[in-house]
C-alpha cells in the first residue's frame, strides 16, 4: 500500500516538475550533462535549478592561482550539472572576482544566473557598489540584485527597483540569515513587489515555515535558502550518525543530499545555494535536485529522526 | 544592529575567509618575496646584536629598522595582500603607520635608552625577540604549513609584533615602553582570536607573548635601573 502511494506520488511529481519544465522557457542556452530538476519562481517568468552555488568563504581565495583554479574546477562541474544560479556579495572578500574569474576561464556568462547583493549602510555608495561588483563579475548585468542582510533597506530597494524599471536588472530581492529580523522581513515582503528573499532553512532551522513561506507563496516571491549546512556544522554533526534506511526512498546517498532534498522538496523554496570547495560536493550536491523528493509524511519522518538523534 | 542580532552569530561566522587560505597567503608572500627572507634574518641578528650592546646610535638604528619593517608590512603584507580577503585588514593598517611614525619618532628624538643590565623586563625582552626572529617562523614546522608557509621577522605582522614588544618592554622611559607596547599587542591579541577562530594550531602563541610582555612592564621590581 504504501509503495503505491509512493509511486503514484513519484508519478505525480515527476508530471509537475516536466509541466513546470516545459511550461517555461530555459533561462539560458547550454544543454548541460545532467538535468537538475527546476522550479518556478513566482511572479517571474524564469524556472532555476532547485540547487544553486553559494560562495561565503569558499570563494574568498584572494589572486592565489591554485585556490582559483579549484573554485573554476567547482563552478564547472556546477555547469555541467545543468547549475545556474551563484550567490555572492561586496562582503565576500575577493569571492566576486573569484567567480568572474571563473565564468571567464569557462566561458560561461551566458550559463550563469547572476545573483549578487548590495552591502553598505551609504545610500550614495550603493550604485558605485554594484557597478564594482558588475566589472568583478564580468556580467554586463545581474539577474538578481538583494539588498544584503536588510542593511539601509529602504534606500537600497528604491534604487534596485529604479535599476529593475530601467532594465540594469532582471529582479530585486533581500536577504537575511541566521533567523534574523523575520518580523521586519516580513512587513517588507507585504509591503514591497520583490522577486526573491532570501533566508536561512534547513531541517534544523525551521522558523520561516510558519510565516514566512506562507507569505511568500501568497505574495508571488521566490524564496532561496541559504546556510543549507549551517556552514557544514550541521554535516559533522551527522556524518558519523546513520543515515535511516528509507533515506533510499528518496534517493538520498549521504547526510548532504538528504538536507538539500528536505530544503528543496518545500514547495515554496525555490532553491538551496549550498557553498563548497570540492567539485565532488558539488556533483553531490547538485544530483540532489532530482526525483523522488519527499513529500509531506517523509519531511515530517526527517524531522523526526534528525531530532531525536 | 541590536544584541539578539549579535547573539545570533557563532564566533566561527565572524572570520570570512579559511585557514588553507590563510596559509596559503604565506607560502605564496614567501615565493613572492624570497631571498627576502635571508636578509630580514640578518637584519633582525643585527637588531639582536643591537638590543645586546647597546649605543646611542645602534639604538636609534633599531627603531629606524623597525619602523621601516612596520611601514614595509602595513603596505605589502596587510593592505596587499591580507586585507583584500579580510576586510577588517582596513582598520589595522592605520595603527601599522601609527606605529612605525611612532618609532620613527623614536628615532628622532635621539631614541629613549635601553636597560643595560640583566633584570626581569630585559631578559624577557630578549626572549621575545629571539622567538619571533627563530623560533616563531620554524613553528611553522610543527603546525603543519612547512617551512614554506614560516612567518618571518619583519615582512610578516605577528613575529613583527612580537619583537616589537620585546624591545618595548626592554625600554627605560615608562611612557615610551607603553606607547610602543600598544599597538603590536593589540596586534597579537587580534592575531591570536583570528588563529583560534580559525581552528589554526599556535592560537595560544601572539596571546602568551602579551601575557609575558605584560608581565615584563608590571611585574614588580622587574625592571631595573642602572
Ligand atoms: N545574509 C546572507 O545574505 C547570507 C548569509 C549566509 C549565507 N548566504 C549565502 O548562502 C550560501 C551558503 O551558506 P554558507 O556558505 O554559510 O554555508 P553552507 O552552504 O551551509 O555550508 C558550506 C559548507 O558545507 C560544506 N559542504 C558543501 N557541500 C557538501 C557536501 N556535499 N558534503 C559535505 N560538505 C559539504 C562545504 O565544505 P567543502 O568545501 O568541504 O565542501 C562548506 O564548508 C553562502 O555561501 C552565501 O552565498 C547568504
Redesign the pocket.
Known amino acids: 500500500m504504501a509503495h503505491r502511494t509512493l509511486s503514484r506520488r513519484r508519478l505525480l511529481q515527476s508530471m509537475l516538475s516536466l509541466a513546470a519544465s516545459t511550461a517555461v522557457p530555459a533561462l539560458h542556452g547550454d544543454i548541460p550533462e545532467q538535468t537538475p530538476l527546476k522550479r518556478k519562481v513566482p511572479g517571474t517568468d524564469i524556472q532555476l535549478p532547485l540547487v544553486g552555488?553559494?560562495?561565503?568563504?569558499?570563494?574568498n581565495v584572494g589572486n592565489d592561482p591554485a585556490l582559483l583554479k579549484q573554485c573554476t574546477a567547482v563552478m564547472e562541474a556546477f555547469f555541467a550539472m545543468g547549475g545556474c544560479m551563484i550567490?555572492?556579495?561586496p562582503?565576500?572578500g575577493t569571492?566576486q572576482a573569484t567567480i568572474g574569474h571563473g565564468l571567464e576561464a569557462l566561458d560561461a556568462v551566458k550559463q550563469v544566473y547572476a545573483t549578487d547583493?548590495v552591502w553598505t549602510s551609504s545610500h550614495e555608495e550603493g550604485s558605485k557598489q554594484i557597478e564594482a561588483s558588475r566589472r568583478d563579475w564580468g556580467v554586463s548585468r545581474f539577474d538578481l540584485l538583494?539588498v544584503?542582510?536588510l542593511v539601509a533597506w529602504e534606500e537600497h530597494l528604491e534604487m534596485l527597483f529604479a535599476m529593475k524599471e530601467a532594465g540594469e536588472i532582471r529582479h530585486v530581492g533581500i536577504?537575511?540569515?541566521?533567523g534574523r529580523r523575520h518580523d521586519t522581513l516580513e512587513r517588507i515582503m507585504r509591503d514591497h513587489p520583490l522577486d526573491f528573499v532570501?533566508l536561512?532553512y534547513?531541517i534544523v532551522d525551521r522558523e520561516a515555515e510558519s510565516r514566512l513561506l506562507p507569505l511568500a507563496r501568497e505574495r508571488g516571491i521566490g524564496v532561496?535558502a541559504?546556510?543549507?549546512?549551517?556552514?557544514?556544522?550541521?554535516?559533522r554533526y551527522l556524518?558519523d550518525k546513520p543515515l535511516p534506511p528509507w533515506a533510499a526512498d528518496i534517493d538520498a546517498g549521504?547526510?548532504?543530499?538528504f538536507i538539500?532534498k528536505f530544503i528543496v522538496s518545500h514547495p515554496d523554496i525555490s532553491c538551496?545555494?549550498?557553498?563548497?570547495?570540492?567539485a565532488?560536493?558539488?556533483r553531490?550536491?547538485m544530483a540532489a535536485a532530482a526525483e523522488p523528493l519527499p513529500d509531506a509524511t517523509m519531511r515530517r519522518r526527517m524531522v523526526d529522526y534528525v531530532q531525536n538523534l | 544592529m541590536d544584541i539578539s542580532e549579535w547573539t545570533s552569530y557563532r564566533p566561527g561566522?565572524l572570520l570570512m575567509f579559511?585557514l588553507r587560505v590563510y596559509e596559503r597567503l604565506f607560502v605564496l608572500y614567501n615565493q613572492a618575496l624570497w631571498p627576502a627572507q635571508l636578509l630580514a634574518l640578518v637584519l633582525g641578528a643585527a637588531i639582536l646584536f643591537a638590543l645586546l650592546r647597546p649605543t646611542s646610535l645602534r639604538v636609534r638604528l633599531v627603531f629606524v629598522a623597525l619602523a621601516l619593517a612596520w611601514g614595509f608590512v602595513a603596505w605589502v603584507f596587510l593592505w596587499q595582500r591580507y586585507a583584500p580577503i579580510n576586510l577588517g585588514i582596513r582598520y589595522a593598517v592605520p595603527l601599522f603607520v601609527l606605529q612605525a611614525l611612532l618609532l620613527a619618532l623614536c628615532a628622532m628624538k635621539g631614541a629613549p635608552e635601553l636597560q643595560r643590565r640583566w633584570c626581569l623586563s630585559r631578559t624577557i625582552g630578549v626572549g621575545l625577540f629571539l622567538h619571533a626572529l627563530v623560533l616563531h617562523p620554524l613553528l611553522a614546522v610543527p603546525f603543519g604549513r612547512g617551512l614554506a608557509g614560516a612567518e618571518v621577522f619583519a615582512l610578516t605582522p605577528d613575529p613583527l609584533a612580537i619583537a616589537t614588544l620585546g624591545v618595548a618592554v626592554m625600554l627605560r622611559s615608562s611612557w615610551w615602553s607603553w606607547a610602543l607596547w600598544l599597538v603590536p599587542a593589540l596586534w597579537c591579541l587580534a592575531s591570536g582570536l583570528t588563529l583560534y577562530l580559525l581552528d589554526a594550531r599556535g592560537a595560544s602563541v601572539p596571546l602568551l607573548t602579551v601575557a609575558l610582555a605584560l608581565v615584563a612592564r608590571v611585574w614588580p621590581g622587574g625592571r631595573r635601573h642602572d
Not at chain 1, 53 to 59: A, M, V
Not at chain 1, 226 to 234: G, M, S
Not at chain 1, 272 to 278: G, N, W
Open positions: 552555488l553559494g560562495s561565503w568563504i569558499t570563494f550567490d555572492s556579495s562582503m565576500y569571492s547583493k538583494q544584503h542582510n536577504t537575511t540569515s541566521h532570501q536561512t534547513n532561496i541559504n546556510r543549507p549546512f549551517q556552514r557544514k556544522r550541521l554535516i556524518e549521504g547526510w548532504a543530499q538539500l538551496a545555494i549550498p557553498a563548497t570547495t570540492r565532488d560536493h558539488v553531490e550536491n | 561566522d579559511s
